[in-house]
């Protein structure tokens, strides 16, 4: 399959693919700066290929090689389900390539972060501005001439540089003034909704203008929750890089897990033994179930519904029960390992499972009971924040988001991985795309990923639980104690890593909130050269403000709270 | 030239070399143990085991002459197997002491352990007992029970140092390492020992328990301890010097260095470091800024340049200090019309092997930037005389040497009649003491220059550690001072000088710090070289 | 595999008029009511079924896998297990141990002169525990760890310590749950 999209490619473009790879099975293909934007529109609009989602944008730096920067896009067809990776080399004294924005329109966000990362312009990008950091920053942090304890002037009241108390807010000054003018000719009101707000569950600010009650225009700023994950994971090892993965999306930790450790498992071309597998799968189902669980319940919250918020929580604590009893943690979890799972599902964990996971469901039908058929939650809900399911897709979205449109994109089942091809789901799938439909696709779904558990139990098979390389997988620790070969490689793997062969691989897993995706480069040593997370609520949020552009301003709670934004997801 | 091929890769190869040092030259890491290659072969260690088309059994490479059109493999089952079957023999009898052995991070059993040996341990069975934490001498501790038995050391001690002090005993199962009776391991080079042994047997005192290697970061540099200026790396972390170890020059140190230089890097860390300029007010020294520090030993250097009859001031350079740093140095002198300077450094016991008189490294390259005394200037020991007299009015110091090289009852006068002693040094040393200005300086660790050893090599240091609070080195504060005496202040930094050094100095043309490269580079005019000071 | 999508099934438009609002109240009204007796019940009966632990004064159990704050293991004589092979200060991801070797004249010839947690940066992932080749380090239960000032989240040796008798189902935990 990769090879037939890289053969079209290059038949229509003979001069301009460079390099065509399909290192471990990952499609990828070299193209000039140049002609991407010609080749984005080739890969969109060709019957055969239809790369219609945006999934990321970024870039590495090869300093020391000219040309310094390679921009790497990848790509999917909810069509054909099948990805590309897209990539161009620009060099450090002019970092320009071409904005695919008016292609994906989702490539927005996804430039500007590059752009505040790594300094690459993106020509005829309506609105290149820093996303994550604020504009006063100095430098481009994921440069690798940018050290990690650098410090930045202060800013801000107090400061020498900053405004003193009582001075307009200095991070105001982005958003240009809309030239509207309101009902009755009056002025429109410029409001802001957080950094810090009850209603955001997560940092975020949204500065909207207000013509009454009636958002006429909305910017979306992130990056308050910014802690520069990639950076951190560039400086340590690959082993060191799992528990920050805990962070991205915190309400379901072990799903980040997974994802990054078979990412690294891809790196070295193995995979985990089936035991292993399983026990992904029944982990990271549960881990599903607890967001889906908070998701459902801050909405009600939100909404003023106080009592299914507490009876979510209650749900919640029964499953974080069970991922305390596997691995001791109930939010970072840092389960899963390169090669295998921390630990052993503990004795007794099914009879756990079999009697917290019903009581958690019970829960949820109370929830249903006060909220489904409400009227209030109907009419707070029903109609709110829909978007046209193809503009969904060119904003990048995915997950629980664009299923509540209809699109039938689940990569469990697009794009099976670990042991689901061997369970049976269904997938929910909505049909207005309304936020009563992302309500019901959640329940919906927390009843699937039951369903799997219980099947992945009953199906769990005898066998070892970690990878047998001591090149990838640390030692058992009672042989570490008194066995001199493994005393050995504990020492290696510890001090200097597991080292990974050079290349570079994406993998894509479904996660709570859409598709979880790594994008590592090695470069044969312990550390990671790049380490990418691709994460769904960066791309999720990115149509907030289209979404309620022209609605009330109370309509953007539930709107937010479904898009079900987590903060360290957003802003890694 | 012969040629033989390698995994496929066609090298070529002097004739008469032994597989192993071709294989490594040509980046094919053949493991191996006892093969070192400044010692004799051994072939104890059966790891370096090949394949080699022709013959039936696995050869070691460390001791197989190469053949025009030999055939070599290296990465077949046969010779995995072998490097599996050495490693697992080795590790039977090994204790487990990776937690508490020095050598963990830089330790070849590990490392070829984790590359080829076996995935599983198949024994459990006690170790045998030996003597552990041996003292086998002032610097060094042998642990017995980790000894793999290669025989480097012993080697060593027989053919390098020609002490002989270790031996294999008894035989078979039952060898052990250790010192001949009466004889322990004292020789000037016993460090040596401890970088050559491939585990943790053989450890320097100094060393023991201190941090673990994977913390260390590499900085290449030179020795400053003699005139021969052997190759180092600096192991520094957090801005403090942990060790030194010997680098390969063939040309210079081999892969030694003595004992008395690898410690000799105490002094950095010191707490006495001189970290602010003191000025003498009121009878005592007092700390002051460097501005007011510079400001006071310019005016007394300006205003002894214009005494009648020539300039009032005489100057002692320090061999410790880089040719950068002294070419400055010379400038300044030259600026003032000042012909008195020289050059004073400590001479001592010299030996066969590395260690040279001159107990500086840069005494040679000093003279050579031009500190020695012009026309109309007296050397040492006349400038102290001159001092002693009252005809040099301010004597400006750099460096502990004069301290130690003076006649003591002179240099007391000396300094009772000078109306200025400024002194450029580290610590506050007792001729500190006596100072009117007194100047921190950096060590070796702390800058980036060259050094000049005594057969005419230039020689690269890079700065390994950063001084606290941006405390400016000796090329930057001679540079403060030349430039508020001269118009135009010329910025300090090395490679601009060194190409200063270039342009006005005829035997250093054409020089540039990538000439100089890693491993140094011999000054055409070596052999009209100046004659060292001997003892 | 059999995975089908599924269209989930929106419930019928909302009735508006005063009955039927009171009607969604009266629904919302039974759900909670059940709760509320049966909780009311349970406390009749002294057996709370309420999900509420009354906290400091019923502490909850944690499984045996629980990461808490991770402790230095005292043997028997007083003295750390601990060699200071400083694998958990490099495994730690956030740089939060600091370990100062030193040699004794015991038969263990090493330990750790200074072993320092910054408790405030420690992130309790347990790096460190399944980095440790002597079974010196491992995660407690203990969370109750707040303290008034900065310098009271820096934990020296002394304060980590505890008895290895106190720790054994951990080290069970360890030795079972790491194993292939």
């Known amino acids: 399959m990769s090879d037939a999209i890289l053969d079209r490619l290059q038949q229509r473009f003979p001069d301009d693919v460079l390099a065509v790879d399909t290192y471990r099975g990952d499609a990828s293909a070299s193209v000039r700066a140049e002609r991407i934007l010609d080749v984005a529109r080739f890969l969109k609009d060709d019957p055969g290929l239809r790369f219609d989602m945006p999934i990321d944008v970024t870039a590495v730096d090869y300093i020391g090689q000219q040309p310094r920067f390679e921009i790497v896009y990848h790509l999917y067809s909810t069509t054909h389900h099948h990805r590309l990776r897209l990539k161009t080399r620009v060099p450090q004294d002019n970092a320009t390539v071409p904005s695919v924005t008016p292609v994906w329109v989702g490539a927005n966000w996804l430039e500007r972060e590059t752009w505040d990362m790594y300094g690459i312009r993106f020509t005829g990008h309506p609105d290149l501005r820093r996303i994550y950091l604020y504009e006063e920053f100095e430098g481009h942090p994921l440069r690798k001439d940018y050290p990690k304890e650098k410090r930045q002037p202060l800013i801000g009241p107090g400061s020498r540089r900053g405004a003193s108390v009582g001075d307009e807010h200095p991070y105001a000054v982005d958003l240009p003034q809309t030239k509207v003018e309101g009902m009755l000719g009056s002025e429109l009101m410029r409001v802001q909704l957080g950094p810090s707000h009850p209603a955001t569950h997560g940092t975020v600010r949204i500065v909207a203008d207000l013509d009454g009650e009636t958002i006429v225009n909305a910017d979306v700023q992130v990056g308050y929750l910014h802690r520069g994950f990639e950076k951190e994971c560039e400086s340590g090892f690959y082993y060191q890089a799992i528990p920050y993965t805990d962070r991205l999306n915190y309400s379901s930790a072990i799903l980040c897990n997974t994802g990054y450790c078979l990412a690294v498992e891809k790196l070295f071309g193995i995979e985990a033994p089936p035991r292993c597998q399983f026990i992904r799968v029944i982990a990271g189902e549960i881990a599903r179930m607890a967001d889906h669980f908070l998701c459902v319940g801050a909405t009600a919250l939100e909404l003023n519904a106080f009592t299914p918020f507490l009876y979510a929580l209650q749900a919640r604590e029964l499953i974080w029960d069970l991922v305390d009893a596997l691995c001791g943690g109930r939010v970072t979890s840092n389960y899963i390992r390169i090669g295998g799972v921390s630990a052993d599902l503990p004795a007794g964990f099914a009879d756990l499972a079999r009697a917290n996971i019903p009581k958690a469901l019970a829960q949820l039908d109370d929830m249903e009971r006060l909220l489904t058929e409400n009227p209030i939650f109907r009419a707070r809900m029903e109609g709110v924040g829909m978007l046209p399911a193809s503009e969904l897709i060119a904003y990048g979205v995915c997950g629980p988001l664009l299923r509540a449109a209809g699109v039938d994109l689940d990569l469990r089942r697009a794009q099976p991985y670990l042991v689901y091809d061997q369970v049976d789901f269904d997938v929910p799938l909505g049909s207005r795309g309304d936020n009563l439909d992302r309500y019901l696709v959640r329940v919906a779904e927390l009843r699937q990923s039951a369903r799997i558990i219980e099947q992945c139990l009953r199906m769990l098979p005898d066998g070892p639980v970690d990878s047998d390389d001591p090149a990838i997988r640390w030692p058992g620790k009672s042989r570490v104690f008194g066995r001199m070969e493994e005393l050995i490689d504990q020492f290696k793997q510890v001090t200097e890593g597991c080292k990974p062969p050079p290349g570079e691989v994406y993998v894509g897993t479904e996660s709570a909130n859409g598709e979880i995706g790594y994008f590592l480069v090695s470069d044969g040593t312990g550390k990671p050269y790049k380490c990418r997370a691709r994460t769904p609520s960066f791309s999720n949020t990115q149509p907030l403000a289209a979404m309620i552009k022209g609605r009330l301003l109370a309509d953007l709670v539930p709107t937010f709270d479904m898009i079900n934004m987590i903060g360290g997801e957003c802003d890694r | 030239m012969p040629k033989i091929t390698i995994d496929g890769h066609e090298i070529e190869a002097p004739s008469g070399a032994m597989l192993l040092p071709v294989a490594l030259e040509n980046g094919v890491h053949i493991p191996h143990y006892c093969w070192h290659p400044k010692l004799s072969i051994d072939g104890s260690c059966r790891m370096c085991q090949v394949e080699v088309e022709g013959s039936p059994k696995l050869v070691i490479a460390c001791n197989m002459p190469i053949r025009d059109g030999m055939v070599v493999r290296t990465k077949t089952p046969a010779v995995e197997n072998a490097r599996r079957g050495v490693m697992e023999l080795l590790l039977v009898n090994h204790p487990l002491d990776c937690p508490i052995c020095d050598k963990a991070g830089e330790c070849l059993l590990q490392d070829y352990s984790f590359a080829f040996g076996s995935r599983v341990a198949r024994t459990r069975e006690p170790r045998r007992k030996l003597q552990k934490r041996k003292d086998i001498g002032p610097r060094m501790i042998l642990d017995q029970e980790r000894c793999i038995l290669c025989r480097r050391c012993v080697r060593f001690c027989r053919e390098v140092t020609g002490t002989n002090e270790l031996g294999v005993f008894n035989m078979g199962d039952r060898s052990v390492l250790n010192v001949m009776p009466e004889a322990p391991l004292a020789n000037d080079y016993s460090i040596c020992t401890a970088d050559i042994c491939p585990v943790g047997a053989l450890e320097s005192k100094d060393f023991h328990h201190k941090l673990r290697v994977w913390f260390l970061k590499k900085t290449e540099s030179v020795c400053p301890s003699c005139a021969n200026g052997c190759n180092v790396t600096v192991h520094h972390y957090r801005d403090r010097v942990w060790r030194m170890m010997p680098r390969r020059n063939d040309a210079v140190n081999e892969t030694w260095m003595c004992d008395h230089g690898r410690l000799n890097y105490q002094h950095v860390n010191s707490p006495d470091r001189l970290r602010q300029p003191l000025l003498r007010r009121n009878g005592h020294l007092e700390p002051v800024d460097w501005e007011e520090a510079i400001a006071a030993a310019t005016t007394q250097l300006r205003r002894m340049a214009r005494a009648p009859g020539g300039p009032a001031i005489g100057a002692v350079a320090s061999p410790h200090l880089t040719n950068e740093e002294n070419f400055r140095f010379a400038q300044l002198w030259r600026a003032l019309n000042v012909a008195s300077v020289d050059v004073a450094v400590v001479v001592g016991q010299k030996d066969a092997l590395l260690i040279k008189a001159e107990k500086a490294a840069n005494a040679r390259g000093a003279r050579d930037m031009g500190l020695l005394p012009g026309p109309g200037g007296v050397g040492l020991p006349a400038m102290l005389d001159a001092a002693a007299r009252g005809q040099l009015r301010v004597l400006y110091v750099c460096g502990p040497d004069l301290w130690e090289t003076a006649d003591r009852q002179l240099l007391e006068q000396a300094i009772e009649r000078l109306e200025c002693l400024i002194v450029q040094d580290i610590v506050r040393s007792p001729l500190a003491e006596r100072a009117h200005v007194v100047l921190p300086s950096l060590t070796f660790a702390e800058k980036t220059g060259t050094f000049t050893n005594f057969a005419g090599r230039v020689q690269r240091l890079r700065q390994a550690i950063q001084a606290p609070n941006e405390q400016p080195g000796d090329g930057e504060i001679f540079s403060r001072i030349l430039g508020q005496l001269v118009e135009g202040r010329p910025a300090f930094e090395p490679a601009a000088v060194l190409q200063e050094i270039a342009a006005a100095i005829p035997a250093y043309a054409g020089l540039t710090f990538e000439r100089v490269g890693p491993l140094g580079y011999a000054l055409p005019s070596a052999a009209a070289a100046v004659p060292e000071a001997t003892a | ?180």
Not at chain 3, 69 to 89: I, T
Not at chain 3, 130 to 140: G, L
């Open chain 3, 1 to 180: 595999m059999a995975t089908r999508t599924v269209s989930v099934r929106r419930p019928p438009p909302v009735r508006h008029g005063w009955l039927h609002s009171a009607g969604a109240i009266l629904v919302g009204l039974r759900v909670t009511s059940r709760h509320f007796f049966r909780n009311l019940w349970g406390f009749i009966r002294r057996k709370p079924t309420v999900f509420t632990v009354q906290y400091p004064e019923q502490r909850l159990e944690f499984p045996n896998a629980f990461r808490g704050m991770p402790v230095l293991v005292q043997m028997d004589n007083g003295k750390e297990r601990c060699v200071a092979c400083g694998l958990c200060e490099w495994a730690c991801p956030t740089d939060c141990i600091t370990i100062f070797p030193a040699e004794t004249e015991d038969e263990i010839e090493r330990y750790p002169a200074v072993f320092d947690i910054n408790m405030s940066r420690c992130m309790y992932c347990g790096l460190c525990e399944e980095a440790c080749p002597e079974e010196a380090i491992v995660m407690s239960q203990n969370v109750e760890i707040a303290a008034f000032s900065r310098r009271g989240t820096l934990w020296h040796k002394q304060d980590l310590l505890v008895p290895v008798s106190k720790l054994e189902k951990r080290l069970q935990h360890m030795r079972r749950g790491y194993d292939r």
